[in-house]
């Protein structure tokens, strides 16, 4: 499957509901951002039960109007960022119910809120180039011919189902 004909989910998931309709649309532009999760967060993501993204730096939509979601080598889910910006302290700990993170401090020196709309799950995942780092954000560019998407050898693909993490999930909502 080619970056162009990937099938989107079409429904935002603000809740937890039922599938999704699927529709066709653009895959990734060239230096699109993607950003990298373990994977109980990118079910929580896709779920809808987590909406606001932290990281040590701001992220942009790409040229293609979005960010893309990955595990790995893999991109699993496209979204929108719609706000963007540095958290005090106080709006960290009263959006605790949006970003799920447990801490009661700060996570980064600077923390970026990137307010995450419009998530469309990829019918299958979407291999892409992987450079070697163990940076958790990239510039999408896509997989070699080779097929080689990492510093590393192959890996199994992991499912993106609910029972292979709710442990960890659970976990995080406590």
Wanted: glycine residues 6%; charged residues 25%.
């Amino acid at each position: 499957m080619t970056a162009g004909e990937v099938a989107f989910a079409t429904s935002a998931l603000p809740e937890a509901g039922p599938e999704p309709v699927v529709a066709e649309h653009v895959g990734p532009s060239l230096r699109d951002p993607v950003l990298l999760f373990d994977l109980p967060w990118l079910q929580c993501i896709l779920d809808g039960r987590k909406t606001l993204e932290l990281r040590g730096f701001r992220v942009k939509n790409g040229p293609s109007g979005r960010v893309w979601l990955g595990v790995e080598d893999r991109i699993h889910a496209a979204a929108r960022v719609d706000a963007a910006g540095p958290l005090t302290l106080e709006e960290y700990l009263r959006q605790a119910p949006q970003h799920l993170h447990p801490s009661k401090t700060l996570p980064f020196k600077t923390t970026w809120g990137l307010m995450l709309t419009n998530v469309q799950k990829l019918s299958e995942p979407l291999w892409f180039h992987r450079p070697p780092s163990s940076a958790r954000h990239f510039s999408y560019r896509p997989p070699p011919e080779d097929g080689n998407c990492s510093s590393k050898k192959k890996r199994r693909v992991l499912p993106l189902e609910a029972e292979h993490f709710a442990p960890a999930i659970e976990e995080l909502a406590e």
